[in-house]
Nanobody, 123 residues
Framework: QVPQVESGGGLVQAGGSLRLSCAAS???????MGWFRQAPGKEREFAAA????????RYADSVKGRFTISRDNAKNLVFLQMNSLKPEDTAVYYC?????????????????WGQGTQVTVSS
């Protein structure tokens, strides 16, 4: 229920990289975490998710091979490394805690949504 806190967003040129960080609550250590994004005029969509142990990850087809999700449970941090960024990656990125410990990809399974961090990729 406590909001997650995202940071690391900004402006980057196409082909560049950006690393997002999420400061999760202490309770988030035992749950899966995910990154979602929402562009203007579009629905919020799944980007990446990771199990609480970090042993299982899953990515949306649109970001697979370019994005990498990881976590440091000791520090309650979740990261999203974004490489080879494209203009279509422009969106507000949200970090959220899942209601279960395994990987999930649907937004309805997530709680404690953060306020989001803006990522803008220029051509």
């Amino acid at each position: 229920q406590v909001p997650q806190v995202e940071s690391g967003g900004g402006l980057v040129q196409a082909g560049g990289s950006l690393r997002l960080s999420c400061a999760a609550s202490g309770a988030a250590r035992n749950y899966g975490m995910g990154w979602f994004r929402q562009a203007p005029g579009k629905e919020r969509e799944f980007a990446a998710a990771i199990s609480w142990t970090g042993g299982t990850t899953r990515y949306a087809d649109s970001v697979k091979g370019r994005f990498t999700i990881s976590r440091d449970n000791a520090k309650n941090l979740v990261f999203l490394q974004m490489n080879s960024l494209k203009p279509e990656d422009t969106a507000v990125y949200y970090c959220a805690r899942s209601s279960v410990s395994i990987v999930t990809t649907t937004p309805d399974t997530y709680i404690s949504w953060g306020q989001g961090t803006q990522v803008t990729v220029s051509s």
